[in-house]
């Protein structure tokens, strides 16, 4: 079964930091792009970062650029998103994604996880 | 990344049809066939419902189906069912700024 598991999310001050994790199973990790996609609290969507299948393109939205680092391990079949410098405006349900693709070019997002919870409050 | 235009809501009877609206530009919706769609239950992730503007992954009804015409993609769902009330999504590729979403549809089925 093709399953993404998120993983690190909680509650942390402004200014900190946080490290999700995103567990893949049941395909070929390496072969597909993967996004991390966020919804605040009763809002709508907000594509975050992706990166191609080898890891050797990422992309990030303007909202994060600077302060998140997407990676992926793809010997442990792993994705990642480090995230500094938070900000209340992070707070978030934090969901990653598997591309149809290799490479991050729109070929759209099928396979998600159930997502993480990330708080950023004092 | 200005997200893409959706209307906040939109509602049928059960065996109607419904269509969504998502308004981008030359540069997202426009520029490109790479326009998919999400479905979003509450406190559920979102499910890919069509891709590259009109293509249907398998499992997905064909009730559902999609089109594009110059800056503004559209997803119609055809014979309406009570499971199919859920919160939709457009989203777009853009090129170097890879994805942008829409800003949701809330489909209410009466």
């Known amino acids: 079964e093709v399953q993404l598991l998120e993983s690190g999310g909680g509650l942390v001050q402004p200014g900190g930091s946080l490290r999700l994790s995103c567990a893949a199973s049941?395909?070929?990790?390496?072969?597909?792009?993967m996004s991390w996609v966020r919804q605040a609290p009763g809002k709508g969507l907000e594509w975050v970062s992706a990166?191609?299948?080898?890891?050797?393109?990422?992309y990030y939205a303007d909202s994060v650029k600077g302060r998140f680092t997407i990676s992926r391990d793809n010997s442990k079949n792993t994705l990642y998103l480090q995230m500094n410098s938070l900000r209340a405006e992070d707070t978030a349900v934090y969901y990653c994604?598997?591309?149809?693709?290799?490479?991050?070019?729109?070929?759209?997002?099928?396979?998600w996880g159930q997502g993480t919870t990330v708080t950023v409050s004092s | 990344q200005s997200a893409l235009t959706q209307p906040p809501s939109a509602s049928g009877s059960p065996g109607q049809s419904v269509t969504i609206s998502c308004t981008g530009t030359s540069s997202d919706v426009g520029g490109y066939n790479y326009v998919s769609w999400y479905q979003q239950h509450p406190g559920k992730a979102p499910k890919l419902m069509i891709y590259e503007v009109s293509k249907r992954p398998s499992g997905v009804p064909d009730r559902f189906s999609g089109s594009k015409s110059g800056n503004t993609a559209s997803l119609t769902v055809s014979g309406l069912q009570a499971e199919d009330e859920a919160d939709y999504y457009c989203s777009s590729y853009a090129g170097s700024t890879s994805y942008v979403f829409g800003t949701g549809t809330k489909v209410t089925v009466l």
């Open positions: 994604a598997k591309d149809r693709g290799n490479m991050v070019r729109g070929h759209g997002m099928d396979v």
């Open positions: 049941g395909f070929t990790f390496s072969s597909y792009a």
């Open positions: 990166i191609s299948g080898s890891g050797g393109s990422t």
